[in-house]
């Protein structure tokens, strides 16, 4: 089984529609991540959380709200979608603080209409 | 803050021919640096990093890369191309331990093409 998963893997909603993506993983890792992924423009970071208790907005956090279930899940929030939050949303989680190996799931595709 | 830019968003190379990869930084303190690649719908995988020790890094699939602090870079490397690493590459860097929590910064990807 994958350290990393995502759910939906892919998703198609309308302009205005609350959605929600959601991240597992079974690395044990404290550090959670989201990220956005368009064309030319490379990684973006929406969201980070270094512990349950710690969330921090990223570059790119408005329009977006996460929710730390547990260690082992993150999930990303669009309260109301827009068709510019068309993207390849990613997750990763980190172990060693400063070393920042992170580990990436496999991404869902959003298209918002 | 730190930050990466690297140069080509993307690089044709033959089967069989060099690859070079050029990543430039910016950060304050001693970075750490990495190379991620994603191959067609996957995520991220690291490729390799440099955290201080040797200067020169290999990692998987025969890619290696330089850190050169003189010229803030950290290009990438492999001596032989094969049609598998097609994939977008990725640097991105890390102030570390100085820094306290800051995250990783990527910079925009590189896309590998190779051609038989």
């Known amino acids: 089984d994958a350290d990393v998963t995502q759910t939906p893997r892919n998703r198609i909603t309308k302009t205005g529609k609350r959605i929600m993506l959601e991240c597992s993983q079974t690395?044990?890792?404290?550090?959670m991540y989201w990220y956005r992924q368009d064309p030319g423009l490379g990684l973006r970071l929406i969201y980070y959380s270094f512990d349950v208790k710690d969330i921090n907005k990223g570059e790119i956090s408005d329009g977006y709200s996460v929710s730390r279930q547990a260690q082992a899940k993150f999930s990303l929030s669009l309260e109301s979608a827009i068709p510019n939050q068309t993207a390849l949303y990613f997750c990763a989680t980190s172990d060693l603080p400063g070393l920042e190996t992170q580990y990436f799931g496999p991404g869902t595709r959003l298209l918002v209409l | 803050a730190q930050s990466v830019t690297q140069l080509g968003s993307h690089v044709s190379v033959s089967e069989g021919a060099l690859v070079l990869l050029r990543c430039n930084y910016s950060?304050?303190?001693?970075?750490?640096l990495f190379w991620y690649v994603q191959y067609p719908n996957q995520g991220l995988q690291l490729l390799l990093k440099?955290?201080?020790?040797?200067?020169l890094v290999k990692g998987i699939n025969g890619f290696e890369a330089e850190f050169k602090k003189s010229e803030t870079s950290f290009h990438l490397t492999k001596p032989s191309a094969h049609m598998s690493d097609a994939a977008e590459y990725f640097c991105?860097?890390?102030?570390?331990?100085?820094?306290?929590?800051?995250?990783?910064?990527f910079g925009k990807g590189t896309r590998l093409s190779v051609i038989a």
């Open positions: 440099y955290t201080s020790a040797a200067t």
């Open positions: 950060s304050s303190v001693p970075p750490y």
């Open positions: 690395k044990g890792h404290d550090r």
């Open positions: 991105a860097v890390s102030e570390g331990w100085d820094s306290g929590n800051t995250p990783l910064v």
